[in-house]
């Protein structure tokens, strides 16, 4: 796909990439998580992410929530390990209008001690609602048990003890340490000439002041694979498998995302769907995922099911994956993969804010942005020794952790 980057003289880099669509999207993505916390201020990326909605130096919180949602536009922000973003859909008319409000509450929010207290009761309802949905939970517990006192376990959210404890002083180092300007990117997806997009970036971004931190992150160590079961008052098991893995810089890489999209990726034709699922009935839900980050990755599988069937359906998973390692792939079985793959990630292309949020993040990751036809060359390029070299070494029983919660009742 077509795009542009202008550099403005702090760092900031404005990305756009034309379409002809009245609907237009933008981004400011940060290149800044909960992995940059200290150990104290666990939830302080995602506590800043919701502050910044509040109020800046000229804007209340109505005047911020209204400058777009009163032309009809969508604006959002998440937080995860590694990244911060905040993001908007709207009319074309409105881009000026829209890069202002992210300079706004990204770079002149004032963080008021009332706003702080009143959210702080709002995170702590979100984390609670959370541990209530424990196949939402058992994924972060099963992070903190893969990165053990490394900052990549933390929760994103925190907890109620280091959530209540965090102070305007936390939030102002946090962003003079982390948000570093040759770090972030402003992108818009739309109906505009590059030279628009340039200038108001430059309007808005360039008198952001320079920031230049180092980055102060350190790798994950690979742990000794755990087996933990935990009883909880849960109605159904909740159980994963994983492990530590690839980066995002890592030649296995695609591989591995093609590996993970033939086990128990999108669709209701993965191996592990059709095996554990489909062929006896034993998990509604059963999934997995690579997420590769950018000094290490993590690839987890989970599925949920009765008490008395989670050893049967774990050692149906691992017949599947000593299957998978020891019978390499035929050539067609792998081009059909491709091509599924493929068919899939070009239809994702249609999720115009989440590809422009992606091609920021590329950005950042590998500054450039690599073209629909590069991608999927990557993935064609996976050869049937490298399937099994990354199955051997992804897939081996003997390196995979374990998370289970049980029904207690």
């Not at 108001?200 to 230049?212: A, L, T």
């Not at 774990?314 to 000593?322: A, D, P």
Request: net charge negative; proline share 3%; hydrophobic share 40%.
């Amino acid at each position: 796909m077509e795009y542009n980057v202008h550099t403005l003289r702090n760092g900031i880099r404005v990305l756009h990439v034309p379409s002809a669509s009245p609907i237009s999207h933008a981004c400011i993505l940060i290149n800044s998580g909960s992995r940059d916390e200290e150990d104290s201020q666990m939830g302080l990326a995602h506590f800043i992410e919701h502050l910044i909605f509040k109020r800046t130096e000229k804007r209340t919180t109505n005047q911020i929530l209204n400058r777009l949602e009163s032309v009809g536009a969508d604006l959002n922000a998440y937080t995860t390990k590694e990244y911060t973003c905040i993001h908007a859909s709207f009319l074309q008319p409105y881009v000026d209008r829209t890069l202002e409000l992210f300079n706004d509450i990204v770079f002149h929010s004032v963080f008021p001690i009332e706003e702080l207290d009143k959210e702080k009761g709002v995170i702590l309802d979100e984390i609670t609602s959370y541990l209530d949905q424990p196949e939402e939970a058992i994924n972060d517990d099963f992070e903190d048990m893969l990165f053990a006192n490394h900052a990549l376990g933390r929760n994103i959210l925190g907890t109620p003890s280091t959530v209540t404890a965090l102070d305007q002083h936390d939030i102002k180092q946090f962003i003079k340490n982390n948000y570093r300007t040759d770090e972030i990117v402003v992108a818009v997806l739309g109906n505009y000439s590059f030279n628009k997009v340039a200038k108001i970036g430059e309007k808005y971004f360039s008198d952001v002041p320079e920031n230049s931190s180092l980055s102060k992150r350190v790798a994950p160590i690979v742990n000794a694979p755990q087996h933990v079961k935990v009883n909880k008052q849960i109605m159904q098991a909740h159980s994963m498998l994983g492990t530590q893995t690839y980066s995002l810089h890592h030649p296995y890489k695609a591989g591995l995302l093609l590996l993970n999209n033939i086990l128990g990726g999108n669709g209701m034709s993965s191996v592990l769907n059709l095996q554990i699922r489909e062929k006896y009935g034993i998990a509604y839900t059963i999934e997995s995922n690579y997420s590769p980050l950018s000094d290490a990755g993590i690839f987890a599988l989970y599925f949920g099911t009765d008490k008395e069937k989670v050893e049967r359906a774990t050692n149906l998973i691992f017949k599947e994956f000593k299957k998978i390692r020891s019978a390499k792939m035929t050539e067609i079985q792998l081009q059909k993969a491709k091509n599924k793959f493929i068919g899939q990630i070009a239809l994702g292309e249609e999720n115009r804010i989440g590809l422009i949020i992606s091609m920021a993040k590329s950005l950042i990751d590998y500054d450039k942005i690599d073209s629909l036809e590069t991608v999927f060359n990557k993935i064609r390029a996976v050869s049937v020794a490298d399937m099994d070299a990354i199955a051997n070494d992804v897939l081996d029983e003997g390196n995979l952790s374990s998370l289970t919660f049980y029904p207690t009742a």
